[in-house]
């Protein structure tokens, strides 16, 4: 139970995440009073983050390099790392021409904290580094709530291994960057983009193929198979906009393929006809929910940052009325004799009785099967489509009809602390009648422990969008006008996790 509710804060957590437009308004730029860390006081001392301060002010004077701190009480961000993508290219950290800019987001009360590197400081701080310092040098002592030692130390190892770093490789120009409404993309988020748009061509190129061969019930699965992958291309092209990680990039491309494969070589199990309503469908559904809620959500904030997304999200939602329109011209639609070519005729669902076989007729009553007769008046070939509302019923081992489902589920022995127990699920053929029992075991009750989850409970704080955006300070080590950081930028490189 205490699982459970963890579960559902953390969702609700989730939901109530900000938007990262949002979270970098809250934030306020330590440039602005020449410093380079924006600390919350309420979880650290002013001394300290002066402390920290000079480290970053010193590394600065000696390297050029510009390494900027986001230490933040609660930061309700989905993401710590897609925040910190994106207000490194805000502010522009690290000089315009060599790139050496470095950002480090903490956020207690999210227990996340991530690394975000510059183009020019990839070669000297490569993900694997920054991650490790992250796991091993700052997440144990964030654990034991020294957020001042743990940044420090890390401060330190970063300046030892820019030191260790030869010169040359420090420094690297931006690659091309695309900017769409408010967001940027760089060449690696391009890749991966054009790696979705490729995917789906392939199956738009399937599905004009297919969409010119006369009509017929394969026709129809095939258009159907291309229709639900076309729509999982679209969302994957959706969701590689809304996450910036490069982790989260591969996980929604390799998905894509995975899904797509798997459909593909699972359909003739799955379902036998378009119509069906399978767990195929219900996978999907819930992968659209998913892919939809958070898009959706942050569209609804802020439209401008996901500008380039929209089009494709119009295109994942109307491809379900196309999809329906499709199906239904090519079960409709001419068909063509096999035999002489000649056009053949619908019967009607009363007088294709006389052309279906006993047990055909009974799974048109119980809805299981709609069968579609088509007959050649020129040559009487006869062709019969089924089309299989899959779900309630399936296809009954003793007589093959879609007649057989689960009537009744019987507890034989209820299980004990002491010992299992058993239980029955009678399933039974409303054509044939028969019956089968299938047995199982009901696991031996454990008594629930106490055990602590693995969900941070957030301590009951919510987010209010009132007034908390003051809450950030910035350490200022002098009174004179601001600056500003020196027109860098990232491409996503660095690492984040969580303590
Ligand atoms: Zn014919
Ligand atoms: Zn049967």
């Known amino acids: ?208 193929q297919t969409a010119f061969k006369p009509n017929s019930l394969e026709k129809a699965k095939t258009i159907h198979l291309f229709f639900m992958q076309l729509f999982v291309a679209a969302i994957g092209i959706v969701l590689s906009f809304f996450y910036t990680s490069w982790f989260f990039k591969s996980f929604f491309l390799a998905g894509e393929i995975i899904a797509m494969v798997i459909m593909h070589q699972t359909w003739d199990e799955t379902t036998e006809s378009p119509v069906s309503l399978s767990a195929l469908y219900l996978v999907l559904f819930a992968f659209t929910a998913i892919a939809v809620i958070v898009p959706v959500f942050r569209l609804w904030h802020n439209p401008a940052e996901y500008y380039a997304a929209i089009p494709f999200l119009i295109f994942a939602i109307l491809i379900f009325p196309i999809y329906f329109w499709a199906l239904r011209a090519i079960r409709r639609g001419k068909h063509i004799c096999e035999k002489c070519k000649n056009l053949m005729e619908l019967q009607s669902e009363e007088k294709e009785d006389t052309w279906l076989k006993k047990y055909q007729i009974a799974e048109e009553k119980l809805k299981s099967v709609d069968y579609d007769v088509w007959v050649c008046r020129k040559c009487e070939y006869i062709r019969i489509e089924p089309y299989i509302h899959a779900g309630a019923y399936d296809k009954c081992p003793q007589c093959s009809a879609m007649a057989f489902r689960f009537v009744e589920n019987k507890v034989l022995t209820p299980a004990t602390y002491s010992s299992s127990g058993t239980g029955v699920e009678i399933y039974k053929c409303s054509y044939c009648r028969k019956q089968e029992n299938r047995h199982y075991t009901i696991p031996q009750k454990t008594r629930s422990s106490s055990s602590s989850s693995g969900y941070s409970s957030g301590g009951g704080s919510s987010y209010s969008s ?6 950030g300070s910035s350490y200022s080590s002098s009174s004179s006008s601001g600056s500003s950081f020196g027109g860098g930028s990232s491409g996503g490189g660095g690492s984040s996790g969580s303590w």
């Open 1 to 208: 139970m205490k699982k459970l509710l963890a579960a559902v804060c953390f969702i609700v957590f989730n939901l109530h995440a900000i938007s990262i437009e949002d979270a970098i308004q809250q934030t306020k730029n330590p440039r602005s009073s020449n410093a380079w860390i924006t600390y919350d006081a309420s979880a650290m001392a002013a001394h300290r983050a002066g402390r920290l301060n000079r480290q970053l002010e010193k590394l600065n004077k000696k390297t050029g390099v510009e390494f900027a701190i986001i230490f933040k009480k609660n930061l309700p961000v989905e993401s710590a790392k897609d925040y910190a993508h994106q207000i490194f290219n805000t502010w522009k950290i690290g000089n315009r021409e060599t790139n050496t800019g470095l950002l480090l987001v903490v956020l207690v009360d999210q227990r996340q904290w991530a690394f975000e590197v510059g183009y020019g400081l990839e070669a000297a701080l490569p993900d694997s580094f920054t991650g490790s310092l992250g796991r091993n040098t700052m997440a144990p002592e964030f654990r034991r709530g020294d957020y001042y030692k743990g940044i420090a130390d890390a401060i330190g190892e970063i300046e030892k291994k820019i030191d260790a770093t030869p010169k040359e490789e420090l420094g690297a120009k931006a690659p091309f960057q695309l900017a769409i409404g408010k967001a940027t993309y760089n060449l690696r988020d391009i890749v991966f983009i054009f790696a979705h748009i490729a995917i789906f061509l392939v199956v738009v190129f399937f599905v004009l």
């Open 466 to 471: 009132s007034s908390s955006s003051s809450s």
